[in-house]
C-alpha cells in the first residue's frame, strides 16, 4: 500500500518561528502536493511539486515555501509563523500518468500562538 | 480552471442510497471528475473518477449528464462509516503537472 506520512500530527509554534513540516512517501511518486484545510473553505493548494527540485504555486502560496530535494520527501516551510497560517495541513502525493488516484497522509493539526 | 458547486450538507438514512449532486458547468471536454472523500481527522480518500460514461467500482457509481455539467455520486447503501465530507473535483492540467484542486465539498451524515 501507498503510504505518505506527515512527521507530525500535532504541532504548536509561536509567532515568528520557523516552521518545518515534513512528507514522505514511498511509491515513487512524482506528484506531490501541500494543502491546507480551514472550517468552511475546504482544501486549498499551497504548493505542489512534479519533480525533484521542481515546485509550482498553488492558489495560496504567500507565506509558505517549500523544498523537494528528494523524491520522496516534500517540505513546507513557513519562514515566519502567524495566527493565521493555524490550520490542518494535507500532504498527497501521486504518479504523474493517467487518471490515478492522489495518496494523502493523515495530516499535521499546526496550531500558531 | 473548472470549478464545481457541492451543496453544503446533506442527511442519509443508513441502508438507503446516498446520492450527492455537483455542478461543474464549466468543465473542459479533457477535464476528468473524481470523487474523493475524507472521514474526520483522516486524509481525503479517493473514490471514483470518470469522463462521459457512468462509472461503477466498488464503493460508489457515478453518473456524468451527457452534457457533463453535473454528476452524481451514489453511495448504494449508505452505512454510518459513510459520514464524511464528499469532494467533486475536476482535473486541472497545468503545463507542469497535474493538480488537484478542491471545493467545499458535501458534508454527508449517514443517521440511523
Known amino acids: 500500500d501507498v503510504k505518505v506520512t506527515q512527521s507530525s500530527r500535532y504541532l504548536v509554534k509561536r509567532t515568528g518561528e520557523k516552521v518545518f513540516l515534513e512528507c514522505v512517501q514511498d511509491?515513487?511518486?512524482?506528484?506531490m502536493f501541500w494543502y491546507r484545510q480551514d472550517p468552511g473553505l475546504g482544501l486549498r493548494l499551497i504548493y505542489f511539486?512534479?519533480?525533484?527540485?521542481?515546485?509550482e504555486k498553488g492558489d495560496i502560496p504567500e507565506g509558505y515555501s517549500v523544498s523537494r530535494e528528494k523524491k520522496e520527501r516534500f517540505s513546507l516551510i513557513l519562514e515566519s509563523a502567524s495566527t493565521n497560517q493555524t490550520s490542518m495541513y494535507l500532504c498527497?502525493?501521486?504518479?504523474?500518468?493517467?487518471?490515478?488516484?492522489?495518496?494523502f497522509g493523515q495530516g499535521t493539526r499546526l496550531t500558531v500562538v | 480552471d473548472a470549478k464545481t458547486t457541492q451543496p453544503p450538507s446533506m442527511d442519509c438514512a443508513e441502508g438507503r442510497a446516498a446520492n450527492l449532486p455537483c455542478n461543474h458547468s464549466?468543465?473542459?471536454?479533457?477535464?476528468?471528475v473524481y470523487w474523493y472523500r475524507q472521514i474526520h481527522s483522516q486524509g481525503p480518500q479517493y473514490i471514483i473518477h470518470?469522463?462521459?460514461n457512468n462509472e461503477t467500482n466498488e464503493m460508489a457509481s457515478l453518473i456524468i449528464t451527457e452534457d457533463r455539467k453535473s454528476s452524481t455520486l451514489i453511495l448504494p447503501h449508505a452505512t454510518l462509516r459513510d459520514t464524511a465530507v464528499y469532494y467533486c473535483?475536476?482535473?486541472?492540467?497545468?503545463?507542469?503537472?497535474?493538480?488537484?484542486?478542491f471545493g467545499g465539498g458535501t458534508r454527508l451524515m449517514v443517521k440511523p
Open positions: 473535483i475536476v482535473r486541472v492540467v497545468t503545463n507542469a503537472g497535474n493538480m488537484l484542486t
Open positions: 498527497a502525493s501521486r504518479p504523474p500518468a493517467g487518471h490515478t488516484e492522489a495518496f
Open positions: 511539486s512534479y519533480d525533484v527540485k521542481m515546485k
Open positions: 511509491m515513487d511518486h512524482e506528484n
Open positions: 464549466t468543465i473542459s471536454g479533457n477535464e476528468y
Open positions: 470518470g469522463l462521459k
